[in-house]
């Protein structure tokens, strides 16, 4: 199968960004619950509470994930991991915003790596309000599928985080805050609520963290230091997985443009697992 056949694919949702999820995730972040009036713009990366994966029960994978194909490639290898994003935050969406997001296949590429097959997939986001044509935000997504780990596999060496952060906030990622986020998001893969499985079927030694929701976690950080600023760019890049079974930390460090922000998070040993950057207006 070519899965350079999908590049090009695209397909169209609609939805209203609505009040509850907004208060719902504000809740989760340990911030105040209420219910935030039409007009109210949406923090950056707070789009994923809406656009949710909408699959019915029966085409749901042993993983928890939907099955392969459909609007992404049918990739065959075992393991589909949140690589990073990019983004570009044009207009501001608000609370009662009609929505449209068109998602695109970008580009698929394979290569082989240290421990095998990878295959890369770039999707392509552009959200806009249904009342104006043009783009309000641009994200692009970058899946990574590779095979599940051999018993003599070697697990690359960890970075050091970044020492001496000016700003930092301790997370302790329990069963419930896992949970929470999976629930507001629609996400159903087993690896972040379901012990049993990511431990004696995926092999990890605890629940793993979702990736986008550090990313956000980087920028709440952000909101809560400069509650002002609005954010213009923004990426991350997954390092290292980390794991409910220790604390972590998200930091910052504002650089001497003042409008760049480097973040990353680092697990309870200090080493790096995500790499971010925001540049606000």
């Known amino acids: ?47 994923w509470l809406y656009f949710l994966p909408l699959h019915r029960q029966s085409e749901i994978g042993p993983d928890g994930h939907v099955k392969r ?11 589909r991991m949140w690589a990073g994003s990019q983004f570009e935050f044009h207009k501001p969406l608000r609370v009662g915003d009609a929505i449209t997001r068109v998602s695109t296949i970008h580009d698929v590429t394979e290569k082989s790596g240290r421990t095998g097959p990878l295959v890369f997939v770039k999707v392509r986001h552009e959200i806009c309000r249904q009342s104006e044509p043009d783009v309000a935000l641009t994200e692009v ?36 805050l896992l949970f929470r986020y999976s629930a507001l998001t629609l996400n159903g893969h087993r690896i972040h609520y379901d012990r049993r499985y990511v431990t004696e079927v995926e092999g990890y030694p605890g629940l793993i963290v979702h990736g986008p929701l550090i990313a956000t976690l980087l920028l709440d950080l952000l909101r809560h230091k400069l ?55």
């Open 69 to 79: 194909g459909g609007f992404l490639p049918p990739v065959q290898l075992p393991r």
């Open 141 to 176: 997504h970058d899946i990574v599928y590779r095979e599940a780990p051999k018993p003599d596999d070697v697990a690359p060496p960890p970075k050091q985080a970044p020492a001496g952060a000016t700003w930092e906030r301790k997370w302790i990622p329990d069963d419930v």
């Open 227 to 281: 509650p002002d600023a609005e954010v213009a760019r923004y990426e991350f890049r997954a390092v290292r997985p980390v794991f409910d079974i220790n604390h972590f930390f998200v930091c910052g460090e504002p650089q001497q443009d003042g409008k760049t922000f480097r973040l990353w998070a680092s697990d309870h040993e200090g080493w790096l697992t995500m790499d971010a950057t925001a540049v606000i207006k």
């Open 1 to 47: 199968m070519n899965l350079k056949e999908w590049i090009g694919r695209s397909e169209t949702i609609a939805d209203v960004v609505t009040a509850t999820p907004y208060a719902a995730l504000s809740a989760t972040f340990d911030r105040a619950a209420e219910r935030p009036p039409s007009g109210t713009p949406l923090p950056a990366l707070w789009h």
